[in-house]
T-cell receptor, first 116, second 114 residues
Framework: GAGVSQSPSNKVTEKGKDVELRCDPISGHTALYWYRQSLGQGLEFLIYFQGNSAPDKSGLPSDRFSAERTGGSVSTLTIQRTQQEDSAVYLC??????????????FGPGTRLTVT | GQQLNQSPQSMFIQEGEDVSMNCTSSSIFNTWLWYKQDPGEGPVLLIALYKAGELTSNGRLTAQFGITRKDSFLNISASIPSDVGIYFCAGLLNYGGATNKLIFGTGTLLAVQP
């Protein structure tokens, strides 16, 4: 079946502009996650959505970052007033609802954001 | 952000050799996952571990969940050129409830010489 999809695949923006990154999770997956990967680094957790519960926003680096998940499916990560340090690959993942103590996250291809 | 200690940082081996990499943490995890990432792609799940002491295989890959729940290793036997990539371990910080985030290791770059 279809995996996690993200758009755009690449985004170049000028410092100070706002950007929106989109994630379409695997159909039927109730949990959605955003991570950030800086050049040569591991992945850094940003935010987690689970069904209708309040999202875990503990990883968002500043109030310039926000995310929404509409209708329990598609999610948009918004970065306002972008800075050069925001340049990174933004990865989205989804997983099915936690059952039997198991939850595996599946990742999309990422959006490479470059702030000039 | 928080990251797990993963070693080695990089490995350059000959085709056919076995590979071993590991992750350690000061925190206890309930789940350990191993991912592989190719250039320009998202991480792909290789193996998931859910119980302390669990040993799980996936083809030429074998991974173990440490007894202390603070470490895990991944072995690749008889490496082939397509094993090239960056391997990440990840620990699940909490499960169920309000959070379910993965803490990732720093990655191991594997290069395989044909």
């Amino acid at each position: 079946g279809a995996g996690v999809s993200q758009s755009p695949s690449n985004k170049v923006t000028e410092k100070g502009k706002d950007v929106e990154l989109r994630c379409d999770p695997i159909s039927g997956h109730t949990a959605l996650y955003w991570y950030r990967q800086s050049l040569g680094q591991g992945l850094e957790f940003l935010i987690y959505f689970q069904g209708n519960s309040a999202p875990d926003k503990s990883g968002l680096p500043s109030d310039r970052f926000s995310a929404e998940r509409t209708g329990g499916s598609v999610s948009t990560l918004t970065i306002q007033r972008t800075q050069q340090e925001d340049s990174a690959v933004y990865l989205c993942a989804s997983s099915s609802r936690w059952t039997s103590g198991r939850s595996e996250q599946y990742f999309g291809p990422g959006t490479r954001l470059t702030v000039t | 952000g928080q990251q797990l200690n993963q070693s080695p940082q990089s490995m350059f081996i000959q085709e056919g050799e076995d590979v071993s990499m590991n992750c350690t943490s000061s925190s206890i995890f309930n789940t350990w996952l191993w991912y592989k990432q190719d250039p320009g792609e998202g991480p792909v799940l290789l193996i998931a571990l859910y119980k302390a002491g669990e040993l799980t295989s996936n083809g030429r890959l074998t991974a173990q969940f440490g007894i202390t729940r603070k470490d895990s290793f991944l072995n690749i036997s008889a490496s082939i050129p397509s094993d090239v990539g960056i391997y990440f371990c990840a620990g699940l910080l909490n499960y169920g409830g309000a959070t379910n985030k993965l803490i990732f290791g720093t990655g191991t770059l594997l290069a395989v010489q044909p």
